[in-house]
Each structure stands twice: as C-alpha cells, then as structure tokens.
C-alpha cells in the first residue's frame, strides 16, 4: 500500500521562506511520487485560535491555496480544500478532546510560546490545537505527515491519540498512528533578526522573514540587514554551533541550492559576509521571486481558486463523512 499523506497551513497571511522550505517544498515532492495520496488543507479553524480581520482572512486563504498551486501542487491530482468546509474537522476534534488528557496538552510548548506570559487571556482553542490537528490527520488515515520541525511534538501528541482511542474502545489499528516526515537538514528556518526565534509570520518586523510574496528589492534589502556577527565567514561547519545567524543563512542557501552544509561553507570559507549575502540574495531572487509572480497571477482569478476548494471540499468531505460515521458507531452514538 502508498502512502497517504496529509498536512496542513494557516491561511495566517504572510507565508514565508520558512512555510516554503520547512513544508510546502517537501509537498511539492511527496504529491510527485507515485502511488501517494495527498491531501493540503488550509487549516482556517486552526487559524482562528488568534484573532483574525474576515475581509483579510478571506484573502489569505485564497492566497495559501495559491501558493500551494505555484509551488507546483496540481489541485487535480491532490485534493486541495480548506477545513472549515469539511465539518467532521470540528466535530472529529471534540471526540478527541475527550480521549487527550490534560496533562498531555500542558507539555505542548507552541501554547506556551504563542501564549506568553498571559495564559489565562489565550483562548481555549490556541490550547485545544493539537487536538485539532490529530482529528485534521486521523480522519483521512494519513500514514505519513510532513511538517517543519517545530510541530514534530503535535505529531507525537496525534500518535498517543490515535493509541489510546484504539486501546479504550479495543479498535486496534481504527486509527492509524501517522510518521512525521521532517526533513533532516534545514527543517527549522530561523528569523533573519535574530538566528534563534524561528521565522514565523505573527513576528511583528516583516524584515525578521522573506515572505513568498515579496519583490526583488524587498528580498535583496532584507538579506543586506539581516543580523550576522562580526567574524568572517565560517571555515568549517563545527565554527557555526556557537553562530546561529550564520548559522541559518548558510542553511538557507544550502536548501535552496540543494547542497549541503559543508559545500556551502567550503564555498565561502574566510570571505566577507557581504559577498556571501549577494550570493544568498541572488539565489533567493532567482528561486523566490519567480514564485511570487506566480502567486500574484493566480490570485486574479478568484473564481479559479475558490472552485478549486469547492471540488476539493466535496472530495474530502467523502473520506472524511465516512470516518466520523464509523467513529459514531464504534462510540455508540
Ligand atoms: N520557521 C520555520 N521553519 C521550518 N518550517 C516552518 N513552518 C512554519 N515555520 C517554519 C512549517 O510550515 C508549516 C505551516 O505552518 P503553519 O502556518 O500552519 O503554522 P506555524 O508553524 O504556526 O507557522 P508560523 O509561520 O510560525 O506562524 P505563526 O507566526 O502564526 O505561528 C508547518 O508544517 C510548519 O512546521
């Protein structure tokens, strides 16, 4: 049997360098292979766990299906659908609530981290999101998900779920326990301001990530400040455990270049970071800008993009009916 593949972005706004090669690249691959299944969802419910603007929302989630498509997803090969339009998500997520523990969810550090110092202000889906993410997977028996590095302890989290829902009900293998697939290098982009925050698209300074709708200026500007530290370039990859700016660029242009970490620092050995920067720059314009152009053209067409999420949702929502079904049944509903 193939595999089956699900994941999932947040039609947030902003997608970035981060999203792209932490995630949406290894799509591109997996949805190539032969004999797999994917499945993209824009997960908009898990996107309203922070406050979000209708008008704007509306748009990013056009946006991130766009996004999915330019990055070379075919939307007639793949089902492409956002999660508010599939209704077993939300309820899928309530019968799980009940199988997670508490004490499961307070290990979880995204909440801690998107939620600060002041946790009893955040709302109680930011701290039910992995819940919600376990139902997103196990609805379509995924075998195998790709994420960024940054979710692999949500993925661990769907697992115990999945396992104790087959233990309590005696329903061994209902739910399939899916494989995280991280890649090994480069699978957390680091902020460009400062090389131990990841990327992310909530961070207020827009020059801390290059967004996949950026310009060409805009991307060599924001390489030209990025932070770096006052040594030349590193000689050897051990110099970069104690630089993590440095760190982080080289990483950047490795995945880019699809080289590794070696090579790139070999390449570059003892120069000035300025000349290095050029070169990032040039190799960000060269794979990124394309794709920008690629984004703007298809979000001319909204009628393409929003039919693309109707036949999409029409598709998942067979799968998806006819698991909440069993689930009913096996609960005793
Ligand atoms: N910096 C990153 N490096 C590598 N992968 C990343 N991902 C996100 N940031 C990085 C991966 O992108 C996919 C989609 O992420 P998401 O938008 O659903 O959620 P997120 O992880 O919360 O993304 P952000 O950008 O950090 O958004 P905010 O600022 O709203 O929290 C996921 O597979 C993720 O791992």
Known sequence: ??????????????????????????????SNENDTECIFCVVDLHAITVNQDPKEFRNNIRETVATFIASGIDP?????????????????????????????LNRMTQFKEKAGKDKEKASIGLYSYPVLMAADILLYDATHVPVGDDQKQ?????????????????????????EPLIQKEFSRIMSLKDGTKKMSKSEISDLSRINLSDTQDQIINKIKKAKTDPLPMPINVKDLDKRPEAKNLLGIYSSLKKINLEKSVKEFSGKNFSEFKENLAQVLVDKIFPLSLEIKKLLDDKV????????????????????????????GF
């Not at 193939?2 to 932490?22: A, C, E, M, W």
């Not at 007639?76 to 508490?102: D, P, T, Y």
């Open 304 to 331: 393409y993009l929003d039919q693309i999420l109707v036949e999409g949702a029409q598709k998942a929502n067979d799968k998806a009916s006819k698991k909440i079904k069993e689930i009913h049944k096996i609960i």
């Open 1 to 30: 049997m193939g595999k089956k593949i699900f994941s999932g972005v947040q039609p947030t706004g902003n997608l970035h360098l981060g999203n792209y090669l932490g995630a949406i690249k290894n799509f591109v691959d997996l």
């Open 154 to 178: 949500h993925l661990e989290l769907c697992r115990d779920i999945a396992q104790k829902f087959n233990n309590d009900f005696k329903v061994e293998n209902f739910f399939v326990t899916p």
């Open 76 to 104: 007639k090969k793949n089902i492409i659908f956002n999660q508010s339009q599939v209704s077993a998500h939300s309820e899928a997520a309530w019968i799980l609530g009940c199988i997670a523990r508490m004490g499961w």
